[in-house]
């Protein structure tokens, strides 16, 4: 077992006194890795790869919750929505759609965020600021009562300079603001393991915290 205690500790304090909430990401990681966190009393956990978390899932207690995190594939859509309790990536009215359509088979409403572009780098997933405006305008017109927007999520560049990341985070924040009290989103997911603390600064409502908690990931053993 390699979760670090004193680090979940720590990081879950911070997060409280933001009245955050901390998501513990665990992929590639053992289900005692994830069982042991649980026995701190940590409920959320966050997985990236729709195969490892649905094989998760049938193993763990179902005291606890799971949310998709990772870059989420049309067609993988109806493995996943009946599990999850909140899916962080959605970038596309094509993905949203998928989830409406499986939400309804299942009689059920999934909560999801938009993921927003903020990174510099090319290779980073999300919508830009008019791609945003437009898809609320769509949802808002009813077309999709089996999802809830529930608010906005991004990843920052992956660099040193504290600066850049604090720009990028806040431009996500000044989305959110402009957008919040009309589509009464509540959420706003940034931050992890490097960059949680300038996150939580600059208005995170929940970060998504792998390394720190579980240690360096292996993807060669996963
Ligand atoms: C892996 C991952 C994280 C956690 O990253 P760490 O740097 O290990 O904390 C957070 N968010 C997303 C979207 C991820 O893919």
Known sequence: MSI???????IKSIADSYSAQLVAVSK???LEDILALHQ?????FGENYVQELVDKFDKA???????FIGHLQSNKVKYIQPIVKLIHGVDSEKLLMEINKQAAKNNAVSNV??????????????????ELTQLLKNISSGKYPNVHIKGLMGMAS?????????????????????????????????GMSSD????????????????ALFGERNYQKS
């Open 4 to 10: 670090n205690l004193i680090n979940y500790q720590k």
């Open 28 to 30: 590639t990681k053992p």
């Open 40 to 44: 701190e009393k940590q409920i959320v």
């Open 61 to 67: 207690p179902s005291s606890i919750d799971w949310h």
């Open 113 to 130: 965020l938009l993921q927003i572009h903020i990174a510099q780098e090319e290779s980073k997933f999300g919508l830009d600021e008019q």
């Open 158 to 190: 992956f660099t040193d300079n504290h600066t850049q990341i604090k720009n990028e985070f806040i431009s996500l924040k000044q989305l959110f603001d402009q957008h919040a009290s009309e589509y009464q989103l509540d959420t706003l997911s940034m």
């Open 196 to 211: 949680y603390q300038i996150a939580l600064d600059c208005g995170s409502t929940m970060i998504r915290i792998g390394s």
